[in-house]
């Protein structure tokens, strides 16, 4: 079955800085990739997600880029605020009838 | 609005007891997912179904089983509680689709302590 690696596990960054957060999966057959956000006690959420016939989405100071020939894709935080403090999940997908596996997280600390 | 309501937030039972964990949605979303989260291990899916009456084991079904009786509820079941299955119970939904029609909703989580 599919298999998403996420790294780092944790990251601490200064207001203001970027922050990159990396995937890895192992079916090439996996299309769908979305990034969902946690904040503490709360929910996880969709943030963004990109499909495998697209490269790279941006949504104001987040982005997401793929590699399908590596088998990798990215976040990316522009510009971080306090309230970027959560914990991120990247996940991989067939669609359709298929699950959805994610990665183990990475707990993001944006430093005042 | 998606609502993906988990009836119980936080539960204590006791070694060898049977847990029921519900879960409703009220989108009409055909998926229907079951994951466990602990720290450190992320998100890992236990049970996942499709369809009325359908389910497909995930990652770590041993110790739970599930059942789809009506396309809106989903449930987990404990059929003997061990230490071991303390943890976070997230239930979830996504509408059948290709790509980016994916995108899974939440419920907020039950709480299970087993002592």
């Known amino acids: 079955g599919e298999n998403v690696e996420q790294h780092p596990s944790t990251l601490s960054v200064q207001e203001g800085d970027s922050a990159v957060i990396k995937c890895t999966y192992s079916?090439?057959?996996?299309?769908?990739f979305p990034w969902y956000k946690q904040e503490l006690g709360k929910r996880p959420q969709l943030i963004i997600d990109?499909?495998?016939?697209?490269g790279e989405k941006k949504d104001q100071r987040i982005a997401v880029t793929l590699n399908k020939t590596a088998k990798h894709f990215s976040l990316h935080i522009t510009e971080t605020q306090p309230e970027d403090s959560a914990v991120y999940f990247c996940?991989?997908?067939?669609?359709?009838?298929?699950?959805?596996?994610f990665g183990t997280g990475t707990k993001l600390q944006v430093i005042p | 609005d998606v609502k993906v309501t988990q009836s119980s937030r936080y539960l204590v039972k006791r070694t060898g007891e049977k847990v029921f964990l519900e879960c409703v949605q009220d989108?009409?979303?055909?998926?229907m997912f079951w994951y466990r989260q602990d720290p450190g291990l992320g998100l890992r899916l236990i049970y996942f179904?499709?369809?009325?009456?359908?389910?497909e084991k995930g990652d770590i079904p041993e110790g739970y089983s599930v059942s789809r009786e009506k396309k809106e509820r989903f449930s987990l079941i404990l059929e003997s509680a061990s230490t071991n299955q303390t943890s976070m119970y997230l239930c979830?939904?996504?509408?059948?689709?290709?790509?980016?029609?994916?995108?899974?909703?939440f419920g907020e989580g039950s709480w299970l302590t087993v002592v």
């Open positions: 979830a939904s996504s509408p059948l689709g290709q790509g980016a029609m994916n995108t899974i909703y």
């Open positions: 079916d090439s057959a996996s299309n769908y």
């Open positions: 990109i499909r495998s016939n697209v």
């Open positions: 996940a991989a997908s067939k669609g359709g009838y298929q699950k959805v596996t």
């Open positions: 989108m009409d979303h055909e998926n």
């Open positions: 179904s499709y369809d009325v009456k359908m389910k």
